[in-house]
């Protein structure tokens, strides 16, 4: 007798003949029937953090944001930013299980309203504000892409003025985010952002000024809130 043969006659007299030989078979089938939900089980739980990564567009309106305007004769009034409509958009990546690493950015086209303090400065100015900054989210029920959030980053701050006599601005900034994402589907989520924005201008006189400046506007911050609301992709 082959080797090969001994051996499967071993494990049939071992199973107890062809009635034990088929209740082998049976108790064998029952455990992989078993084993292969497990270890989809395990494969989830191992490999969480990729179907966290995710990109994410908003929409929203945005409010707040002022400049002090001086005059030649010293004269001073304080000039306001249009409330208007703002798109942003973020990347986030699985930081840990209850944080995202972030790049946000967001823009919105508004106009400085003037109060006019020398003869011919306009009475307008169209402006785009656009921040860029790089942060993270920290879910509050300890799982990341699920539930409420708070967020956060540190950037700048790009203005860019359309009209003559006036250059564009970078400046430094950081924001403040408190929200809510809730999924879908397994892949798309619907996230809901209040975002506060602070940009230090530490400007005497000369902001947006290009030479021959017919408008000198100064300030030590710019304050904006955003109220968002967006689709975030989760890959």
């Known amino acids: 007798m082959h080797a090969c043969e001994r051996i499967s006659a071993l494990r049939f007299a071992a199973a107890g003949g062809p009635v034990g030989a088929l209740q082998y078979d049976a108790r064998m089938k029952i455990k992989l029937r078993w084993l292969a939900p497990a270890l989809g089980l395990v494969v989830s739980i191992a490999q969480p953090a990729s179907a966290q990564n995710s990109i994410a567009l908003y929409g929203g309106y945005r409010g707040g944001g002022?400049?002090?305007q001086t005059g030649g004769s010293g004269a001073t009034t304080t000039d306001s930013l249009d409330s208007s409509g703002v798109g942003a958009?973020?990347?986030?990546?699985t930081f840990d299980a209850a944080r995202n690493a972030?790049?946000?950015?967001?823009?919105?086209?508004?106009?400085?309203?003037?109060?006019?303090?020398?003869p011919g400065?306009?009475?307008?100015?169209p402006l785009n504000i656009t921040y860029l900054h790089l942060?993270?989210?920290n879910f509050f029920d300890g799982k990341a892409g699920q539930g409420g959030y708070v967020a956060g980053g540190l950037g700048a701050t790009f203005m860019t003025p359309h009209a003559d006599g006036l250059r564009s601005e970078v400046r430094p900034s950081l924001s403040i985010a408190l929200g809510y994402e809730q999924a879908i589907s397994p892949s798309i989520a619907l996230r809901m952002e209040l975002r506060g924005y602070a940009t230090l201008l530490n400007s005497t006189g000369g902001f947006f000024c290009?030479?021959?400046?017919?408008?000198?506007?100064?300030?030590?911050?710019?304050?904006q809130a955003d109220a968002l609301i967006g689709l975030s992709l989760r890959y």
């Open 89 to 93: 958009l973020s990347i986030d990546w």
């Open 102 to 118: 972030q790049v946000f950015a967001s823009g919105q086209r508004t106009t400085l309203q003037l109060s006019p303090l020398t």
């Open 66 to 68: 002022s400049f002090e």
């Open 135 to 137: 942060g993270g989210s």
């Open 121 to 125: 400065a306009p009475s307008s100015v």
């Open 210 to 223: 290009s030479g021959g400046c017919v408008v000198a506007i100064r300030g030590d911050g710019l304050f």
